[in-house]
């Protein structure tokens, strides 16, 4: 039976199990060492959702960040194969993420692909044009589309080490880093 409230669900669940003590498997404790991380920024959670089935299905792991501090958080954390990102997010922005990419020699060389929507400011444009690995703009693509793209990308790539970063103070406050580099 799934608890109800805030716990509900598989969450819930889980929380439960672990209480009596019992080991549930988790990403890193399955059988997963060939499959390539993606983080998807995307404050959307039904787009999230669709590119997150697909991608699954594709044998991707998901980690998502619903804005654009938690990106900075998780890649402060570990370094992703691919990031799928949203230029409009709330907390921080996508192109404060990419900058914050391109200022970290752990996370430059990541693959980057935007999928925004097409108004993004000029100021930004030439600066994410000229970082990020493709863009898209999400009214005029599908999802296979997109995750040929990927596929693409990541096809010569081995899959990311995901390290962590050596500092966790620094994993806990990217508004410290952001400011460095603004």
Do not use: H
Not at 102 to 115: E, S
Request: aromatic fraction near 4%; glycine fraction near 6%.
């Amino acid at each position: 039976m799934l608890l109800k409230g805030p716990l509900g669900g598989w969450a819930g669940a889980k929380k439960a199990f672990c209480r009596k003590g019992a080991d549930l498997p988790t990403k890193t404790s399955m059988d997963m060492t060939k499959a390539k991380t993606i983080l998807y920024v995307e404050d959307d959670p039904v787009v999230l959702m669709a590119y997150r089935q697909r991608l699954e299905k594709e044998g991707f792991l998901v980690e998502s960040a619903k804005d654009g501090l938690e990106a900075m958080r998780i890649l402060l954390r570990q370094v992703p194969d691919l990031v799928l990102l949203d230029l409009m997010l709330p907390r921080f922005d996508g192109g404060e993420v990419l900058k914050l990419m391109q200022a970290n020699p752990r996370l430059k060389t990541v693959p980057v692909i935007i999928l925004s929507t097409n108004s993004i400011l000029d100021a930004d444009e030439e600066y994410v044009l000229e970082n990020a690995s493709r863009r898209f703009i999400k009214g005029q693509c599908t999802i296979p589309m997109v995750v040929e793209a990927i596929q693409k990308l990541l096809a010569d790539r081995p899959a990311g080490d995901s390290t962590t970063a050596d500092n966790e103070a620094d994993a806990k406050s990217p508004e410290k880093l952001a400011r460095t580099i603004a």
